[in-house]
């Protein structure tokens, strides 16, 4: 499958996958029919996904399962009258129904909006009045169904509101019912161009209402890069990106790039996060691949995880938040798995990764996306040199842009040009570029503190307080001063053996242990102990929360 998407699929060096991998961009690529359905025909006994839950539940789903599903679910929205352009919200978890469903609508060229379960009434309303929703899918579940009842008065252009179960309210369709009885599927006659709206991800935002991220139908094609050379997939791999389907990592770790390279997904659908059930899980079905944000890493090796056989876990990724090197120490003593970290946003594919032709370098986002034009430029809008710090930036022309890279805000042309003007995408963040070539990221623009003329990045005190045991997870912010304009504060989880100790004794030991671990200006002045962070549903740490908190 690979080979009819790319150049050149086998690359010997770092410097030939850099200089060689292009994309082949077919006319009117439909991933539903061109992947999908393209593996149903050549391999229809293939497995596609592994989908288990935690009540014991486990269905394998083959490219015939999954083509026969999303024909199925596709002629069911037809019958909607749900067709080319109309917005479907799908708020699924990460239940099987969301892949019948966003593929489905794929399919008929209509537009996938995913969504977490986690949103209010009002938060559905506000989606609906900013994309002019036209159905609804979620699951039958009380506090969801509830949330998209109270909101569906007020919701003009929402015409459908369906349950995939259990419950189906009155109000509600049956997504269940509505597939079984579905008429034979018949594709429609036209579809979709290249650079028609696919996908909009409502952006979880660390501040501001979120702004609506626009993808197209080549969208798909941008994580050839994620599945087949970050996340290192072939044919054989079993992969597991954990990631709840309402955040873009679901699509970048569970679908497209995985499907591209003939992976099978590997879906766990959980309710709550606990290390040694996800532990559990890579041991009892043999995972080979496993990506998931820093976080998650940290609570592992918080684990006893030689009480797990993980032999088959041959590659490990990591991304959402930037990774500490204690984390990736750790962990590599642990399994002998070293961590590839890489780096991207809600607006593009992959940026910048670790290859398998590269060595990980802890703490170190990897080296740019050959398949985008990325640098970094600092404030005078020159490229920075070895060392400096600047903004990382893709230089691409939105009549001309890469597959993976968005076309813009939705319905906001200012935002879009505040972010995408003069042939500069810009990102937003801040990180410096090594004599190797490897970025090393600094933190957001907005989270970067400014203390007695100095620039200090949140990322490297933040990895020199979480190499200390007593340390769970933490953020650096900045609080105001009179003297310095800024100090920096760190908000920090203790690890249980330490909660005990919380007081000024060990402030001055994680503040004398920075000084030690990084330049002793940056050491945190102000400490606060925290049960947890606030993060958004992503799973990156809303510092904005943290800052405003002390302003009150």
């Known amino acids: ?44 006994t293939k497995r596609a996904m592994c989908w288990t839950n935690d009540h014991g539940a486990h269905i394998d789903f083959t490219y015939a399962d999954l083509k026969d599903k999303t024909d199925r679910t596709a002629s069911y929205f037809m019958s909607l009258g749900i067709g080319k352009g109309d917005k479907v919200l799908l708020i699924l978890k990460r239940r099987y129904e969301f892949w019948f469903s966003i593929l489905a609508l794929h399919k008929i060229g209509a537009v996938v909006i995913p969504a977490t379960h986690l949103l209010t009434g009002k938060d559905i309303v506000y989606r609906c009045h900013e994309a002019d929703i036209k159905a609804i899918v979620c699951v039958g579940e009380k506090v969801v169904l509830d949330h998209v009842a109270e909101a569906k008065p ?30 034979p599927f018949v594709r429609p006659e036209k579809v979709n161009e290249n650079s028609d709206v696919m996908l909009i991800f409502f952006t979880s935002g660390t501040t501001g209402e979120p702004k609506m991220v626009a993808h197209d139908f080549l969208y798909p094609l941008g994580h050839i ?90 590659w490990c990724c990591i991304a959402g938040e930037a990774l500490n090197p204690s984390v990736y120490e750790e962990f590599y003593k642990l399994t002998g798995v ?41 404030d005078d809008g020159k490229p920075a040199e070895v060392g400096e710090r600047g903004e990382i930036v893709i230089m691409a022309n939105p009549d001309d842009k890469p597959c993976g890279l968005f076309k813009g805000y939705l319905k906001d042309e200012q935002k879009t040009y505040d972010a995408w003007n003069n042939g500069i995408y810009h990102t937003g963040d801040e990180a410096w570029r090594d004599e190797d070539g490897y970025f090393w990221f600094v933190g957001r623009n907005d989270d970067v503190i400014k203390s007695s003329g100095y620039r200090i990045g949140p990322f490297e005190v933040e990895s020199a307080l979480v190499s200390h045991p007593a340390v769970v997870e933490c953020a650096i912010t900045a609080v105001p001063d009179p003297i310095r304009g800024q100090v920096v504060k760190a908000t920090v989880v203790l690890a249980p053996a330490y909660k005990a100790q919380a007081g000024e004794a060990l402030i001055k030991e994680l503040q004398d242990y920075v000084k030690r671990e990084t330049a002793p200006y940056k050491y945190p002045r102000v400490m606060e102990f925290v049960d947890e962070l606030p993060k958004t549903i992503s799973g990156k740490i809303r510092r904005v929360e943290i800052r405003n908190k002390d302003k009150q």
């Open 1 to 44: 499958m690979l080979e009819r998407f790319v150049e050149k699929t086998q690359f010997t060096s770092q410097a030939d996958f850099e200089q060689n991998f292009k994309i082949k961009v077919p006319e009117n690529f439909n991933f539903g029919y061109d992947v999908l359905d393209a593996w149903a025909a050549e391999s229809p």
């Open 154 to 183: 007020d919701c003009p252009t929402l015409e459908h509101v369906i349950s995939v179960g259990p419950l189906i309210p009155e109000g509600f369709e049956d997504f269940t019912k509505g597939i079984e009885n579905a008429a």
């Open 225 to 314: 890069i994620t599945g087949s050379y970050w996340h290192n997939l072939t044919e054989e791999s079993l992969h597991l990106t954990v990631a709840d389907t309402g955040w873009g990592k679901a699509v970048w770790g569970k679908l497209y790039g995985q499907m591209i390279a003939g992976a099978t997904i590997f879906v766990y659908d959980h309710e709550k996060f606990t290390p040694a059930d996800m532990l559990k899980k890579i041991e009892e079905y043999k995972i080979t691949s496993f990506c998931a944000p820093p976080t998650i890493f940290r609570f592992m090796i918080q684990e006893d995880i030689t009480k797990y056989d993980l032999s088959s876990l041959k």
């Open 338 to 378: 070293k961590l590839r970290e890489g780096f991207g946003q809600t607006e593009t594919t992959c940026t910048v990764l670790t290859t398998p032709w590269m060595e990980p370098k802890p703490g170190s986002m990897g080296r740019p996306n050959p398949a985008y034009n990325v640098t970094i430029i600092k």
